[in-house]
């Protein structure tokens, strides 16, 4: 049995009404997702959520799962793995929510206190009402967690090497792509948008365009990337749902704004020490945990990371890795 759970004790309650939830992805042969309906009588009851429950003081969200799926679905999990972790503050509580994936389990599952479940595939996740501390994860479950950063052109000898770049990393398996290329005017970010986007599309990979929302629409971006500064300025949602917005943080504030403004994902940084900002001081793997504890979405760990991190990574909470030099894959 692998019983994998974040690094350290099982969290201190802050408040009385600050809770922990561990909670499990469980799909089938075809990959579609096991929600569970909360039943009637239930905070948020009717809503469609990831199987699992309160951890208790003493458990660790490894243990605490494994109880609860037993408890409610009559299942025993085999082998788990930490996937994310973010919190969301209703009205009435504070939820940490824990992610774990379910690699492998026995039984069958069924509703052994009553409520309704239901296999959904990862598109039709959208369409259902859930849990506000469960509607993030719904677009993070669609996107590779190894989120590539192109370095700027002036730095590879202008746009055909940075496509050269980027082609490399598509080739290693990135399948998440940030276009970064502020030194370009507007013209030639038109024009590098345009073949940069071709070859995501040959490649099957989704990318996000590192500049306004506005332009990220008209040059077919899969979604925008926002700095810090822009999104300090930002005061609602920049795109539409079905497109991605992901925000540059590095403490509490920014990752509070970006909850305010309905961003899908955040990178928190630095991590690790960066040759992009040598000056940085990093906050080290427990310092990404002690910042994810007040992430209202998923987390991409950034500076000095690595694609081989993204385990370490995952078990301090963050649900991906993103960087530069080291996803090119050469």
Request: charged share 20%; hydrophobic share 45%.
């Amino acid at each position: 049995m692998s019983r994998e759970t974040l690094t350290g004790s099982p969290a201190t309650i802050e408040h009385p009404a600050r809770i922990r939830v561990a909670a499990g992805v469980i799909r089938d042969r075809s990959g579609n997702i096991l929600l569970s309906q909360r039943p009637a009588g239930k905070h948020l009851a009717g809503t469609w959520e990831f199987p699992g429950g309160k951890c208790d003081a003493d458990e660790s969200a490894a243990q605490a799962l494994i109880r609860e799926l037993d408890e409610e679905l009559g299942i025993q999990v085999e082998s788990a793995a930490p996937l994310l972790a973010l919190t969301h503050a209703y009205p009435e509580r504070t939820v940490q929510l824990i992610l774990m994936e379910v690699a492998a389990y026995r039984g069958h599952a069924h509703g052994r206190e009553g409520q309704a479940l239901r296999w959904v595939a990862a598109h039709e996740l959208d369409a259902l009402e859930m849990p506000a501390a469960d509607r993030p994860i719904v677009k993070a479950l669609s996107i590779d967690p190894r989120y590539a950063i192109t370095p700027d052109p002036a730095d590879l000898g202008g746009p055909s090497g940075l496509l050269e770049w980027a082609d490399t990393a598509f080739a290693a398996g990135h399948r998440l792509m940030q276009l970064r290329a502020h030194s370009l005017g507007s013209a030639a970010l038109t024009d590098l948008a345009g073949r940069f986007g071709a070859l995501a599309r040959r490649h099957g990979a989704q990318w996000l365009l590192n500049g306004p929302p506005e332009l990220a629409l008209e040059l077919g971006a899969d979604g925008v990337h926002l700095t810090g500064r822009a999104l300090a300025e930002t005061g609602t949602r920049p795109l539409p749902e079905d497109r991605l917005v992901m925000a540059s943080c590095h403490d509490r504030h920014d990752l509070a704004q970006a909850g305010r403004i309905g961003a899908d994902l955040v990178c928190l940084s630095p991590v690790g020490n960066t040759g992009s900002h040598p000056d940085a001081a990093p906050m080290g793997w427990a310092g990404l945990q002690a910042l994810i504890r007040h992430a209202p979405l998923p987390v991409f760990a950034l500076g000095g990371m690595a694609p081989d991190d993204l385990d370490q990574a995952r078990r301090h909470g963050a649900f991906g890795v993103a960087g530069i030099s080291a996803f090119a894959g050469t």
